[in-house]
């Protein structure tokens, strides 16, 4: 039996610079997707994967994020006296346990893996997850959840993997194909961001990952990789060299790349109309939407 995946980190430093200027102030995974912030979705997919410590390597000004997952007693308290306990049930369900986050700051912003590397002392001898909150999926399973359960067959890490257009190969992590053994393929190579042409595949590396932890001590030997950064994907590609498996996982479900601002109007309107109370009026607004757009051009 493996060992199970209880911990997750959570790179949450970054200065989410293109949101500019609603991130001067609030961080980027407060940002809202409907009526959840981006970190809300990251962590209850954790959870239904039966994670059960949440690490979070942040930065300078993201306190609302620590304030988010704290309990609101005055709010809970108002709520409660005005019999609303419907609202009273969705705030609880943003309470964590205690002593379940871990916060730790990332003092330079010098890449993903240097982030994942920040949280090595709170991971012990023991495979974890690793969630990129840009990266919010739609899935009936949740994608962690699919991906703990190939973990479980298979060993070694997994990543999440998806097919992308090859022109657009170059903002991803690329994975180069051993074997492909249709919902897994097995990797003989990592590549980041590769220039465009020389991309060893069109399977790209999405924001879900399971490690083992012979990355984060692989990760201390890395050296600056793509955009001179300190790059998680050298030290998975590492764990290849070393002889160890890793494995892509074509995981069943949509991304939405909610870190570009493109993505994000994508995701709004996927999860509105995913919404049953939303859904009617939604829809009709945007087929009127779409039709005055048509009229006008
Ligand atoms: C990061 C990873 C990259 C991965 C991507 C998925 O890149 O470094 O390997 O493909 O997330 O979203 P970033 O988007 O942070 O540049």
Redesign the pocket.
């Known amino acids: 039996m493996k060992r199970k995946v209880t911990k997750a980190i959570f790179p949450v430093a970054g200065m989410g610079t293109r949101f500019l200027p609603a991130t001067k102030s609030v961080p980027k995974e407060i940002m809202t997707l409907v009526d959840r912030p981006l970190i809300q979705y990251a962590i209850d997919e954790a959870r239904e994967a039966g994670i059960k410590e949440f690490i979070f390597v942040t930065s300078r000004g993201k306190g609302a994020l620590e304030d988010y997952f704290d309990i609101a007693p005055t709010l809970e308290a108002s709520l409660r006296k005005a019999g609303k306990r419907e609202l009273l049930e969705i705030l609880k369900s943003t309470n964590m346990e205690s002593g379940a986050i871990a916060y730790i700051r990332q003092h330079k912003a010098l890449g ?1 893996g240097h982030a994942v590397w920040c949280a090595r002392r709170l991971i012990s001898n023991e495979p974890f997850a690793v969630i ?1 909150p ?2 919010v999926i739609a899935a009936e399973k949740p994608c962690l959840q699919q991906m703990v359960e190939a973990h479980q067959e298979t060993g070694g890490c997994v990543v999440a993997a998806m097919e992308v257009p090859h022109e657009k190969a170059s ?3 690329i994975l180069d194909i051993k074997e492909d053994l249709g919902a897994m393929v097995s990797v003989k190579g990592m590549v ?1 961001k590769p220039k465009t042409g020389t991309e060893p595949s069109n399977l ?4 879900r990952y399971i490690l083992t932890p012979h990355v984060l001590r692989n990760l201390t030997k890395i050296k600056q990789g793509a955009g001179g950064e300190i ?3 050298d030290a998975i590609a590492k764990e290849i060299e070393q002889g160890r498996d890793v494995y892509g996982y074509r995981f069943r479900g949509q991304r939405f ?1 909610c ?1 570009s601002k493109a993505g994000f109007l994508q995701a709004t309107v996927a999860f509105g109309l995913a919404r049953e109370d939303l859904r009617d009026e939604f829809l009709q607004y945007l087929n009127e939407m779409v039709s005055l757009q048509q009229a006008a051009q």
């Open positions: 993903l990129l840009d990266d903002s991803y992590g980041e790209a590396v999405i924001g790059q998680l994907t790349d870190g």
